[in-house]
């Protein structure tokens, strides 16, 4: 639940929590220095009970407003059409990524590479999948360094 209050009684709610034995956090606390007010934020039961008694029973401290947490239509759709959006962009990686690489699934496009490169396709499958399973940049830096060096080779030993 969140709490609505003024900002000039904050000392005296939050001085009234601590004689009550229960501290607010820092992460519970919200300042709108501008409009004049701090926002409480209150999950555990028992600080709840806390706070709604000290309110009741000290009328100088001004609650501007109890709000529950809850969401209306209207936030709970544009949640949903934002979490929506971030899902289609992430699918839209994804396939712009297989566009890239698909050609790396396809024997014709491998052999292709190959024997433009000058070498077997022997040569070039095992590095396409070393490729893929490197994680780090690291990883596939070398992973290329030894494909040149091994298409080096190919094209020294041919002449």
């Known amino acids: 639940m969140v709490f609505k209050v003024k900002l000039e009684d904050k000392a005296a709610l939050l001085n ?6 229960d501290e607010i956090s820092s992460n519970q606390i919200k300042d709108n220095k501008v409009e004049g007010y701090f926002e409480l934020v209150v999950d555990d039961p ?10 009741n029973k000290s009328p100088k401290i001004n609650t501007i407003k109890e709000m ?3 969401l209306t239509k209207s936030e709970l759709k544009e949640m ?7 899902k289609k962009k992430i699918e839209d990686k994804k396939k ?6 698909g050609g790396l699934d ?16 022997a040569v ?4 396409i999948k070393a490729l893929r399973s490197a994680k780090t940049p690291e ?14 080779s190919k094209m020294s030993g041919d002449m």
């Open 16 to 21: 009234r929590m601590e004689k009550a034995g």
């Open 46 to 55: 028992k600080q709840l009970e806390i706070v709604k008694s000290i309110l």
């Open 68 to 70: 529950k947490k809850s």
């Open 80 to 86: 949903i059409r934002q979490e929506l959006n971030e």
């Open 96 to 101: 712009k990524l297989d566009e890239v690489t």
């Open 106 to 121: 396809d024997p014709n496009f491998i052999a292709g590479v190959a024997t433009l490169l000058g070498v077997g396709t």
């Open 124 to 127: 070039l499958v095992p590095f």
């Open 139 to 152: 990883e596939k830096a070398q992973i290329k360094n030894d494909l040149k060096k091994a298409i080096g």
